[in-house]
Structures are given as C-alpha cells and as structure tokens.
C-alpha cells in the first residue's frame, strides 16, 4: 500500500527556513506526479508547487522565488525548501502523489511567527 510520511514542520521566525520532507513507500517514485499543498485555519487547501511526470516544477504565485520543490529518486523522498518564510506562509502543508489514485501524507504544522 503507498504510504507518504512527512517531517519537517515546526515553529519559525519571519525571514526563517524549513525544509519539509516526503518519504514515499509501497509503490515506484519515479515519473509520477507529486506536489505539496498546505491548508490555512479557515481557508481552502491551495497548490504550492506542482511536478509532471516530465519534470517541470510549477509554484504557486505566493512563494515563487522563495520555495523550492525537489525529489531525491534514490531515496524516494521529496523535499520542500521554504526560504524567508512569512506569517502568511502559516498552514498545515500535505504532500501528494499520484499513483492511479489520490495519496496524501498526514501533514506537518509550519507555524511563521515571531
């Protein structure tokens, strides 16, 4: 079965930096389609950054510049880097894979405040 586990979350200062990772199990991790999400108290969960089953990353408007979205295939594990962090940033993030289904990890609180 695909399990998807995360860590990295915590708590951070304004300017601060995380990386959060995604360690994906049960299934191959190459040329599948993978993302993080976050959700905010109250509001709708968005897309933060996005890859294809080609390789080519997008990110969200927001944090374009700040985030950066990679994978490291030997280890079946991604990575979400998150530079100069923002109160706004402040959400349960998800990370997500595609395997002929919808799968999910159980998600990590970033919490950016000083």
């Known amino acids: 079965q695909v399990q998807l586990v995360e860590s990295g979350g915590g708590l951070v200062q304004p300017g601060g930096s995380l990386r959060l990772s995604c360690a994906v199990s049960?299934?191959?991790?190459?040329?599948?389609?993978m993302g993080w999400y976050r959700q905010a108290p109250g509001k709708e969960r968005e897309v933060v950054a996005f890859?294809?089953?080609?390789?080519?990353?997008t990110y969200t408007d927001s944090v374009k510049g700040r985030f950066t979205f990679s994978r490291d295939n030997a280890k079946s594990t991604m990575y979400l880097q998150m530079n100069s962090l923002k109160p706004e940033d402040t959400a349960v993030y998800y990370c997500?894979?595609?395997?002929?289904?919808?799968?999910w990890g159980q998600g990590t609180q970033v919490t950016v405040s000083s």
């Open positions: 997500y894979c595609y395997y002929g289904g919808d799968y």
């Open positions: 049960g299934s191959t991790f190459s040329n599948r389609h």
């Open positions: 890859i294809d089953t080609g390789g080519f990353t």
